[in-house]
């Protein structure tokens, strides 16, 4: 039995509810950190003093630059871009700067369950910065499958309005290349970067076609300021 729309609408909940669950526990982690860096940062400082107050300024600032990072990422994974290795490094940098400083101070009075304490927030959000870009791309694809699968389905059509099949209408035809192509051309626009997963995601072509569609549309673009 196909699935319906309502069970489709049902992934795409469960896509966003993900989403807003990952980037919650990432953003939760960054705040627990915030106290220890400060403290880090502060180190033997008067309360209220100039150099305290500044020192709370320092894990917003990694922070704000591994979120953004993190969401860039998210848009460029989803039409199939690879980011630079500035990015890559960058994203690390931040968060092994936040472990180093909300931990530094447990390793150096050598308290064990302090380091595990400490490392626990800075961990998390390492691993959920790895995954959410990944998730959210493969439940996006699973949204697509779902409310394509239901669209194939749908039984809101009345018997009666429905055209009797014939040995002609029975036979689904093949969507051609050039009908691909025509679809594609429609939905380009002078901000798209023409990549296979953008191909499949306008047109509905299978993985292997994309391919070839993404270098002929491509060319076009290229040879041309955009498509005929």
């Known amino acids: 039995m196909p699935p319906t729309r309502a069970e489709a609408e049902h992934v795409e909940q469960v896509r966003k509810q993900v989403d807003r669950l ?3 526990g990432i ?5 627990f950190t915030m106290t220890y860096v400060q403290q880090f940062a502060a180190a033997d400082s008067p309360p209220l003093s100039l150099v305290w107050l500044a020192a709370w300024l320092l894990d917003p600032m990694v922070s704000l630059v591994l979120l953004a990072i993190l969401r860039a990422e998210q848009v460029t994974a989803r039409y199939g871009i690879r980011t630079g290795g500035w990015v890559r490094a960058a994203k690390w940098f931040t968060l092994a700067a936040t472990y180093v400083m909300n931990t530094w101070a447990a ?3 050598g308290e064990a369950d302090s380091v595990v304490l400490h490392s626990v927030p800075p961990l998390v959000v390492f691993v959920a910065a790895e995954a959410v870009t990944d998730l959210r791309d493969k439940l996006s694809e699973a949204v697509r499958t779902a409310f394509t699968n239901a669209a194939a389905g749908s039984p809101d059509q009345a ?3 429905r055209e009797r099949p014939t040995p002609q209408s029975s036979v689904k035809r093949r ?3 050039e009908e691909y192509l025509e679809r594609a051309r429609s939905a380009w626009s002078p901000d798209v970067t023409v990549s296979p997963s953008w191909i499949r995601e306008a047109t509905g072509c299978s993985r292997g076609l994309s391919s070839r569609l993404a270098a ?3 060319a076009e673009v290229d040879g041309g300021g955009g498509p005929r």
């Open 107 to 109: 390793y150096a009075a």
């Open 159 to 161: 018997p009666h309005d």
């Open 216 to 218: 002929a549309l491509a």
């Open 27 to 31: 953003l939760l982690g960054l705040a």
């Open 22 to 24: 990952c980037w919650t």
């Open 175 to 177: 969507t051609s290349f």
